[in-house]
């Protein structure tokens, strides 16, 4: 059963309450684009009452002063941020008001200081267009960086295979615009000692949330800092142990609004801090058939100090394979002939066995002889495990160098899982966890096991370096008995996680499909913490409903797509 949603009378009143508001955009209720919203990038359905196109920040403020005055009212309405929508967790989506960045929150500033600012409806890949003009980067993008728009990388506190080198996007965010519950704009960034009084003595609305999120990291710090994931990254919870830095005595709000989900306002602008563009890489590519060896490897791997580790499954390789002609279209004939012919040495090498996992190792810098060094050097260490490297030269583009092959398939396979496999539709419930490398070689014959049992076909690909792996199922989710496998596989699997002190988050956050997991993941006394947060910011639960600390397993069960 979907639970009831805002009525359609309701929705037509709306439209008229805003627009006798003032609001400048558009509000959108047919049908065609209900049912397009209803969607992102995750397994679940949730149908919107109304999508509501602001033009500028006067627009957003609107609405969240409109919701406030109507909650009393209408306790089921609620505004739910979305950029591109290619969210896995299922926190774009929702079954009131869906607030649409992407038409007209598409401006980018110029590139200034080693600084950019955007707004959220700006394509990543149209972002890092006008940064490489300054050979400049925003180096914590993920996977899908030709899909995704800025706000999503903010909202989830993205990473990608950059990460082991530089870290999540919450590093390098340096401001934000965010409106708040109040239906005001503020602007967010870090205050050292001085100003978080200056601010807190204001004794205004602004003043409040910092004084009260300020006085629960003091109170609560000892429990806040255990609490804090033991992985390179995470995206589960709130990030409450990065807030309040004592040592040098920084209050940074930006640390809880990353990765928040569009729980605690809405942002409308966000400045990043960029890094130089190194200009020459390399990739060493290792066909694994031990898994075993896997812990071994990674160790001597990581004293290399790579900028990237990134692995893929023989499921993941075959499936690039089958479906190759899908490339055509995305490349065009000579960039996929170009593909084709460089996969061959490749094919050949699976006629000697089929790999249990492709490894990438890449190094990146200044120069095409400093990059050949760092190769030849692991490539000597990993001698016994008969690695071999390719070098992406100096003449050549992204898309025709050796190397690219292997990212095309790293970064393309959620693609072609969701368009080719016929039969079947990706079923991202799995899909995210981090568990430290040292303690792979023993984690990953046991989640293969639990795959196993359930009959999953399912695709391992991640961030080796630091333990990050996407697991997404393909499943006939229409099919009952397929369904029936998604609560108890997930809780074995989450529960395997847990054992090794791992994240079941680190880079495509809680949604629908992870936020019921917060108190195993915490422990119910920080929960508690994390639910005091969202009171603070949204004492009236008016951003996005049902993620993070009021999520739950049977509204998010109740809500996973019937039909594809």
């Given at each position: 059963?979907?639970?009831?949603?805002?009525?359609?009378?309701?929705?037509?009143?709306?439209?008229?309450?805003?627009?006798?508001?003032?609001?400048?955009?558009?509000?959108?209720?047919?049908?065609?684009?209900?049912?397009?919203?209803?969607?992102?990038?995750?397994?679940?359905?949730?149908?919107?009452?109304?999508?509501?196109?602001?033009?500028?920040?006067?627009?957003?403020?609107?609405?969240?002063?409109?919701?406030?005055?109507q909650k009393k009212h209408h306790p089921s309405l609620s505004l739910t941020g979305r950029s591109a929508g290619t969210d896995m967790a299922g926190g774009a989506i929702n079954d009131s008001i869906i607030v649409d960045f992407a038409t007209h929150f598409t401006a980018m500033q110029p590139v200034k200081d080693l600084h950019a600012t955007t707004e959220p409806g700006v394509f990543y890949r149209d972002f890092e267009h006008e940064t490489l003009k300054h050979n400049l980067l925003m180096p914590s993008y993920p996977a899908s960086?030709?899909?995704?728009?800025?706000?999503?990388?903010?909202?989830?506190?993205s990473g990608g295979e950059k990460s082991l080198e530089y870290g999540k996007v919450a590093n390098f965010v340096t401001q934000l615009k965010v409106v708040f519950a109040d239906g005001k704009e503020y602007i967010v960034k870090p205050l050292n000692k001085k100003q978080l009084e200056q601010k807190i003595n204001k004794n205004d609305y602004e003043a409040n949330l910092y004084k009260q999120?300020?006085?629960?990291?003091?109170?609560?710090?000892?429990?806040?800092?255990?609490?804090?994931?033991?992985?390179?990254?995470?995206?589960?919870?709130?990030s409450l142990w990065d807030v309040w830095n004592p040592q040098t005595e920084t209050f940074d709000l930006t640390k809880l609004i990353v990765g928040s989900e569009g729980t605690l306002?809405?942002?409308?602008e966000a400045t990043f801090r960029l890094v130089p563009a190194r200009p020459h890489s390399g990739l060493l590519v290792l066909f694994l058939k031990d898994v075993g060896k896997l812990g071994e490897l990674v160790n001597t791997v990581l004293t290399h100090k790579p900028a990237t580790f990134e692995g893929f499954d023989e499921t993941t390789l075959l499936l690039s394979i089958k479906f190759m002609p899908y490339f055509l279209k995305m490349l065009g004939f000579k960039k996929f002939f170009h593909l084709v012919v460089s996969l061959l040495p490749d094919a050949l090498q699976l006629l000697h066995g089929q790999p249990k996992m492709v490894l990438m190792v890449e190094f990146d810098g200044q120069t095409e002889d400093e990059v050949r060094e760092k190769v030849r050097a692991l490539h000597k260490s990993l001698s016994k495990h008969k690695a071999r490297y390719e070098i992406n030269g100096y003449e050549e583009t992204p898309t025709e160098g050796k190397s690219e092959k292997f990212w095309i398939m790293r970064r393309y396979a959620f693609q072609i899982l969701r368009k080719k496999v016929k039969d079947k539709h990706t079923a991202p419930y799995i899909d995210d966890f981090v568990v430290a490398p040292e303690h792979l070689p023993k984690f990953l014959p046991q989640l293969r096991r639990i795959i196993k049992k359930y009959k999953l076909f399912a695709t391992i690909q991640g961030h080796i370096g630091d333990g990050n792996f996407h697991v997404i199922p393909l499943m006939r989710i229409e099919d009952d008995r397929e369904r029936r496998k998604i609560a108890p596989s997930q809780r074995e699997v989450n529960n395997l996680v847990l054992k090794y002190g791992g994240s079941l988050s680190g880079e495509h956050n809680d949604g629908l499909v992870r936020g019921p997991w917060l108190e195993a993941q915490f422990g119910k006394s920080v929960l508690g913490l994390m639910k005091e947060i969202k009171t603070i910011f949204d004492p009236e639960n008016i951003f996005n409903p049902h993620k993070k600390t009021d999520a739950t397993w049977e509204y998010s069960y109740s809500h996973i797509r019937e039909h594809f």
């Open positions: 059963m979907r639970s009831k949603s805002v009525g359609q009378t309701e929705s037509l009143d709306s439209k008229k309450e805003l627009l006798a508001l003032g609001f400048e955009g558009e509000l959108d209720d047919s049908s065609e684009t209900r049912d397009e919203f209803s969607h992102d990038a995750s397994m679940f359905e949730v149908r919107p009452t109304i999508v509501a196109r602001p033009k500028h920040s006067q627009d957003v403020q609107r609405l969240v002063r409109f919701v406030a005055a960086r030709e899909l995704c728009q800025m706000g999503g990388i903010v909202a989830n506190n999120v300020y006085e629960l990291c003091l109170r609560h710090e000892e429990m806040i800092m255990q609490a804090k994931p033991k992985v390179s990254k995470n995206s589960m919870g709130y306002g809405l942002v409308t």
